[in-house]
């Protein structure tokens, strides 16, 4: 990405969003991106009220606790500073919606497991959703921003419901701001951004809303980072990022297969080819692979993309990282099997770490459990720990993982 702010036309001062000032933020959606993120922002905007809301009571309450639901290094003193200053965590969805000046929709979009696009479209129902509750509730001027990632014109689909369902005197601008926040740094993420990047329309009334949105950045991201574009290209440039940055994972996971055959140690190879500054050194630390919410469900939307443009060879090209990155997990389990004079049957093994990366509590499609997994189909007996994994998350795998799971190492 270019770095910089985009050269885009003011929008003039008649604009209806021009006399907009946001006072009040809403972000529907009280997971890992909303509550970190909208808990920044209260932090650095104090004169901005900032309210997370969900449909979830019990993690809403665990929000206003001192147990908060998901673990950041930094996030638990950001919380405190702000909670009952600026920041508000509720579950009445549509006061918190009906007095914004700006609504932050922050909710999950999970891949399809059914109908069209099944296995690799994302599910844009709790977006919709979200759109319709806004627009049933709005009777003035609001900005929507898209903050979920969600797939390319997703935009358009809101837009439509907010014009097919909007009243009299409504006016609802829509703006892309996707996230680019990495689990265990996610608040030093968001407190020094590499960049900001916010897409909308490009008229009048989109140009404006997107100078609202980078006013609240500015209280502490400079302005040179803030980037403006039209919005699917700030859509598409989400999905291609961690694109990227799962391909160089899948990258140097292959050649750490190669190197075992020949006898090279991945670790120096990666340490050679990373001082080329036109590679770099970040993302070449050989793994099980990649893990988390969103490379394997982000490239999966990318080749579905793809696959609805005419594009297969673009499709076969993306859907070959999550190959290999599968190959890697599978492959790992069948050396510490061979190891162990190729039978774990009934043997004691111990895992240590269970979330997908260190510093987080997160075990979505974590390379462990995939682990754990292969060796229980062999028989093995497991011991897990994980500092940031609480006991009663790592049970719930289910009847199948409880079964050989003969301990929770505290």
């Not at 759109?131 to 921003?145: E, Y």
């Not at 440039?237 to 991945?266: M, P, W």
């Not at 993302?283 to 005419?310: M, P, T």
Request: charged letters at 20%; a neutral charge; proline letters at 3%.
């Amino acid at each position: 990405f270019a770095v910089g702010i985009a050269r885009v036309a003011v929008a003039p001062r008649s604009s209806p969003m021009a006399v907009c000032t946001v006072k009040k933020v809403c972000c529907i959606g009280a997971g890992y991106v909303g509550g970190s993120t909208c808990s920044v922002v209260a932090y650095k905007c104090p004169e901005i009220k900032v309210t997370i809301v969900d449909v979830d009571a019990a993690k809403i309450a665990a929000w206003n606790s001192p147990d908060l639901p998901i673990y950041e290094p930094g996030l638990q003193e950001i919380v405190e500073t702000a909670r009952g200053r600026n920041l508000f965590f509720s579950a009445d969805v549509d006061s918190a919606v009906t007095e914004a000046d700006l609504i932050f929709i922050s909710v999950n979009t999970p891949t399809k497991t059914f109908g069209l696009g099944k296995g690799r479209a994302a599910d844009l129902k709790y977006i919709e959703a979200s759109a319709r509750r806004i627009v049933s509730l709005t009777k003035g001027r609001k900005i929507v921003v898209e903050k979920s990632t969600v797939p390319v014109r997703a935009a358009e689909s809101i837009e439509r419901i907010f014009e097919a369902n909007r009243t009299e005197g409504v006016e609802l601008e829509v703006l892309s701001n996707p996230e680019f926040l990495a689990e265990g740094t996610a608040v030093a993420d968001l407190l020094n951004p590499s960049r900001v990047l916010i897409g909308g329309s490009q008229t009048a009334s989109g140009y404006a809303a997107m100078k609202q949105l980078s006013f609240i950045y500015s209280h502490w991201v400079p302005e040179e980072k803030i980037i403006l574009t039209n919005t699917w290209s700030s859509e598409l440039s989400k999905l291609t990022a961690n694109a990227f940055l799962a391909q160089r994972i899948s990258s140097i996971n292959a050649i750490s297969a190669v190197c075992e055959a020949t006898g090279a140690d991945v670790t120096e190879v990666a340490h050679a080819i990373g001082t080329d500054f036109r590679i770099g050194n970040k993302f070449l630390q050989a793994s099980l692979g990649f893990g988390g919410s969103c490379f394997q469900k982000d490239i999966l939307n990318l080749v579905y993309l793809c696959e609805a443009l005419s594009l297969p060879e673009i499709a076969a090209y993306w859907n070959q990282v999550i190959k290999l990155n599968d190959y890697q997990k599978r492959r790992f389990a069948t050396r510490i099997i061979n190891s162990l004079f190729n039978t774990v049957t009934d043997k004691k093994i111990t895992i240590f770490g269970f979330a997908f990366k260190k510093d987080t509590g997160d075990t979505r499609e974590s390379a462990s459990i995939y682990l754990c997994k292969h060796l229980m189909d062999e028989g093995a007996q497991l011991v897990v720990f994980d500092p940031k994994v609480k006991d009663r998350q790592i049970i719930s795998y289910g009847e199948v993982l409880s079964r050989w799971l003969v301990g929770v190492a505290l």
